[in-house]
C-alpha cells in the first residue's frame, strides 16, 4: 500500500537524506509535494534546498512549495552553526533549474488535504511545525482527513539539543507543536531518544561513498560536514540522522519501537521554552496523543537507506 505523503521540511542535510528515501521508495511512499518552512537555515534557503535536493534525486518534477518564513509567535532561530551557512554545505550542488511553485506551502497543504480522500494524506514534518499549525489555524475542517503526522522534533531522555531542555525543531515554533499536539491527529513522534541512535559511523558513511553515484557521494560528504559538530558536541562515533527516521518509519514500521503517551509541549516559559514534556511512565494521568518512538535498529535502518539511495 503507498502511502501519499507531504513533506514539510527546512533543508537540512539530515533533511535531504530524508528526502532522497522517500523519493527513492515509490512503491511504499508517494510524495504529493514538499512545502518549505524556515528554520535550520532561512525560507529562501529551504525552498531553495528542497529544490536543489530534488534536482539531485533526478526528480525535477516534485512540486515544491515555499510557505512560512517565520514561527507563529516568536522570532526566528537558525542554525547555521550545525548545517552550515546554506544550511547543505558539504557536497558542492548546483543551484536548481526547477521552478518554485506560486502557490503558497500552507494552501497547497489545506488544498491537497481537502482533495484527497479522508485518512489517506500523511504529513512528515522534518523542521519546525509552523506550516503545518498555520493550515490546522486556517482550515480547521482539514484535521480530521489527515492519516498521520509523522514528525521528527522533541525529546525527552535526551534533553534538549539547542537550550538545555529543547529539541530545534520544537523550540524554534512551540506554539505551532502545542497547535499539532493538540490537534487530535494521530502523531508518531520520531525524537532525540531515536535518532541519537541513528548514527553515521565511519563504515556507514564509507557505504554511501562507495555506491560511486552522485547522490552517495552528496550524502557521504553532507554527513561528513554535519558530523564534525555532533562528534565534538556528544563525543559521538559520528552525526545522527535525525529527518531520515519519519521516511524509514513509513517504509518499515518495524525499525522503531516507542510507546503511546501524552506529549505536551511548553510555551510559557523561557527556561525550558519548547521543551516536550513526554509522559513516558503515564504519570500524568493526560490522555495519550502521541506515538513516541524511543528506539531504532540501527543496522537494519542503514541497510535500507544505503539499499534505497542506491537506486538513485
Known amino acids: 500500500m503507498t502511502r501519499k505523503i507531504i513533506i514539510d521540511t527546512d533543508p537540512g542535510q539530515d533533511d535531504a537524506v530524508a528526502i532522497l528515501l522517500a523519493l527513492a521508495s515509490p512503491e511504499e511512499i508517494e ?14 534557503l529551504t525552498a531553495k534546498n528542497a529544490r536543489i535536493v530534488c534536482e539531485l ?109 529543547a529539541e ?27 535518532t541519537h541512535k541513528a548514527l ?10 562507495a555506491l560511486g553515484t552522485k547522490v552517495g557521494v552528496a550524502v557521504a560528504e553532507m554527513t561528513d560536514f554535519f558530523e564534525r559538530f555532533d562528534k565534538e558536541k556528544y563525543g559521538s562515533e559520528g552525526a545522527p540522522l535525525h529527518d531520515p527516521c519519519v521516511t524509514a518509519y513509513l517504509i518499515r514500521p518495524d525499525l522503531f519501537t516507542g510507546r503511546h503517551i501524552n506529549v505536551e509541549i511548553e510555551t510559557r516559559s523561557e527556561l525550558t521554552m519548547g521543551m516536550t514534556v513526554a509522559d513516558w511512565w503515564g504519570v500524568s494521568g493526560r490522555d495519550p496523543n502521541a506515538m513516541f518512538m524511543g528506539t531504532i535498529d540501527a543496522d537494519g535502518f542503514f541497510e535500507l537507506l544505503t539499499e534505497r539511495l542506491a537506486r538513485l
Not at 522534518?126 to 492519516?147: C, H, S, W, Y
Not at 507543536?177 to 490537534?183: G, L, N, P, T
Not at 553515521?200 to 561513498?209: E, G, I, L, Y
Open 168 to 194: 530545534f525543531n520544537i523550540y524554534v515554533d512551540p506554539q505551532a507543536a502545542e497547535i499539532v499536539f493538540k490537534s487530535g491527529v494521530p502523531i508518531t513522534v520520531m525524537s532525540l531518544d531515536v
Open 31 to 44: 510524495v504529493l509535494g514538499i512545502t518549505a518552512v524556515a528554520g535550520n537555515v532561512p525560507l529562501a
Open 57 to 165: 534525486a533526478g526528480k525535477p518534477d516534485v512540486k515544491v512549495f515555499a510557505g512560512c518564513e517565520g514561527p507563529i509567535g516568536r522570532r526566528l532561530v537558525t542554525a547555521e552553526h550545525v548545517h552550515g551557512a546554506t544550511g547543505l554545505n558539504g557536497p558542492k550542488l548546483p543551484d536548481p533549474v526547477m521552478e518554485l511553485q506560486p502557490q503558497h506551502g500552507v494552501d497547497f497543504i489545506i488544498e491537497t488535504l481537502r482533495a484527497e480522500a479522508p485518512g489517506t494524506v500523511t504529513l512528515c514534518p522534518l523542521g519546525p511545525l509552523t506550516n503545518i499549525a498555520m493550515a490546522f489555524r486556517m482550515a480547521p475542517d482539514i484535521v480530521e482527513k489527515v492519516q498521520e503526522v509523522v514528525l521528527m522534533g522533541g525529546a525527552y531522555f535526551e534533553v534538549g539539543n539547542i537550550t538545555p531542555a
Open 200 to 209: 553515521v559511523t565511519k563504515k556507514r558513511n564509507d557505504a554511501f561513498r
